[in-house]
């Protein structure tokens, strides 16, 4: 197997899975002894087990104001919301963009800009499943909030979802990030919110496959629709 063919295949692995990729594969041992079709079906969910840990390298963008999506999977909700009370952006609305995370993408979450960390907030809540609207307001959540250089301030938030049971976030308050950098994760099916500062619209529409760290979000300062744009 050349080189190339290795890394398109094996990807690292986020520290969190090591645990469960071993479970995973304790389990089909026995399921192997037990039954030989109980354990390729077992070798089918400890690979699935390994490829939802993983961590690829990402091409970060680097282009001036570009804001790009914390979260690998498809935008399922773009809309003016409130952003949650915790996270201190204010009572007015701001452009939501959710990207929903299936149990086959990749669950690292990264910036969506530079900044430092000035709040983190964690609320409990419900596991509704994260495609639907009320998840942004029920479910168990985690938010931070990135302070640009300029002052111009970005929330994100992590959501559970109907199956997801833990989520993880590895920055707190006062962390410096670069855009593209990780700062968690979410275990088995979710959902992230990003509320774009005022005056900046999105580049993406509802049913678009996004790339964690990579996909264009937005561009800071940029509030034409998408539909006006000539790239």
Known sequence: ??????????KPIHP?????????????????IIWEPLGIIGTVLTIWCYYFFRDPERTIPMEEGQIVSPADGVVSLIEPAVPPAELDLG????????????????HVNRAP????????????????????????????RNGIVLTMSDGTRLGVVQIAGLVARRILCEV?????????????????????????????APRVSVGQTMTSGESILAVLGDDRPATARVE
């Open 91 to 106: 009572a007015a609305p701001l452009m939501r963009v959710s990207v929903f995370m299936s149990v086959f993408d990749c």
């Open 1 to 10: 197997m050349s080189v190339s063919l290795v890394g398109t295949v094996v």
């Open 172 to 200: 707190d308050q006062g962390a410096m990030l670069e855009r593209g950098d990780r700062f968690g994760l979410i275990r088995f099916g979710s959902r992230l919110d990003v509320y774009l500062p005022e005056g900046t």
């Open 113 to 140: 800009v530079a900044g430092e960390v000035t709040s983190v907030a964690y609320r409990p809540g419900k596991f509704l499943s994260a495609e639907v609207d009320k998840a942004s307001e029920e479910n168990e």
């Open 16 to 32: 969190e899975g090591r645990k469960f990729i071993a479970i995973f594969a304790a389990v089909t041992l026995v399921l192997w």
